[in-house]
């Protein structure tokens, strides 16, 4: 029996995302999924596996909210960032009639996730300089109801300008919600839009402890939007979405000494950032590194070097942004530990 024959037909094309960690490499440096570099210390708690857990843990919703600076209403909390953006599409999106809109180059996930579901994509490439083209996407509104923009921007690191956000939030009114996916904001704090929700219903913003909380491998995320968007998400969400484990963890990494935690590993990362950028242009194989608001920096090395595989053969463990950047030897670095940093510089020297 071929049981590919019984696979809905829009799965059967599919294949699977190619995550940083799908990837493989047998690296002792991993600078390729934007993760901090050191794991942070917990305990258990809980101790009531025999029970189902809280369905929206309160204490992190009470956290988050006073983090964020919402109301408890305005939150929801999901298994990462992820499953939220595939909230958003199951609970606005018809299948086969509905399109969702994003603006490569960005994030792979909004992609996939339309795809999984049946729901159908329209891209707007961003402007030369990775801003939005917002005449053209007022053009191709027809049938949106989700148009997702990340900012800080994976994987070219630039912020989204404020200005055409609101612009874009006025284009939307009435017909589309317009997600910002802030998976980086902790590394640019002063540019979240999360104070604009009281102005635009239709504004949802996404967040993540996967990244300034270095909580990857706890699956936390959060999407804060106003009170009917998070009530048609809690009608979608699967009954349980975190283990006792996780919201025991992530109400610990929300605590007080947990958030300035996280804001001295942001400072120092950022120093870190800074540091790296400048060896790095000094290189003669670096042509280009972008300016970067988040955690990891985007380089144009020189076009006949192969950069990704010489580091990659070295046990340096990067991520290959040129196709969907849609130039050759783009290539995304997670800012990592000061000795990670220096294992690339020594690395990138060495190549003749
Ligand atoms: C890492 C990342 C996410 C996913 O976050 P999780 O909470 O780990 O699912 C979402 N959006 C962007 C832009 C990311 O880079």
Redesign the pocket.
Known sequence: MDINQLVRKNIQKLTPYQSARRIGGNGDVWLNA?EYPVAPHFELTEQTLNRYPEPQPEKVIQRYAQYAGVQPDQLIVSR????A?ELLMRAFCEPEKDSILYCPPT?G?YQVSAETLGIKTKTVPTKADWQLDLKRIEQHLDSVKLIYV?SPN?PTGNLIDPEDIKALLNIANNRALVVI?E??IEFSPDSTVVSWLANYPNLVV?R????AFAL?GL???FTIANKPVIDALQKVIAPYPLATPVADIAAQALSKDGINAMKLHVINLNKQKEKFANSLAQLSVVEKVYPSSSNYLCVKFQDNKDVFNILWNKGIILRDQSKSIGENNMIRITIGTQAECEAVLSALKAIK
């Not at 993540?208 to 990244?211: M, N």
């Open positions: 934007n990462g960032a992820d499953e953006i994030y996930m990340c994976n996916d998976a980086y996404l993540t402890l996967s990244k990857a699956r936390c995320g």
